[in-house]
């Protein structure tokens, strides 16, 4: 079992930026494909709104399309870490942020059905 701690969150006004992080808590992150999901204000039955994903080696990353050239995800063996660096945030980025483990897929996939194991979320406010 995996268990996902996340922070980093907070309140910021239009055009900051937030770094969120995720550790494991027991194991590490090297067997898994990571990814970033959000809830958005705007469509609170919709949980699991990917954000971001990186592959198990690294190498590879996935974005959704209203973050792409803003976030950037990154994770750090070493340091058994995942981050989403948020640059240029919008009103519309407001939600709670999930961290997610995939033990099924080793490419950034989008779709949370991968993702077997997630984190509690952390809240992300951007005021205009």
């Known amino acids: 079992q995996v268990q996902l701690i996340e922070s980093g969150g907070g309140s910021v006004q239009t055009g900051a930026s937030l770094t969120l992080s995720c550790e494991p808590s027991?194991?590490?992150?090297?067997?898994?494909?990571l990814g970033w999901f959000r809830q958005t204000p705007g469509n609170p039955v919709k949980e699991h709104q990917f954000?971001?994903?990186?592959?198990?080696?690294?190498?590879?990353?996935n974005y959704v399309d209203s973050v792409k050239g803003r976030f950037i995800i990154s994770r750090d063996g070493a340091k058994n870490t995942l981050w989403l660096h948020m640059n240029y945030l919008e009103p519309e980025d407001t939600g709670i942020y999930y961290c997610?483990?995939?033990?099924?897929?080793?490419?950034?996939?989008?779709?949370?059905?991968?993702?077997?194991?997630w984190g509690q979320g952390t809240q992300v406010t951007v005021s205009s």
């Open positions: 027991g194991r590490t992150f090297e067997s898994y494909t």
């Open positions: 954000v971001a994903a990186i592959g198990r080696s690294g190498d590879t990353t």
């Open positions: 997610a483990a995939s033990s099924r897929t080793r490419y950034p996939s989008n779709y949370y059905g991968n993702y077997n194991y």
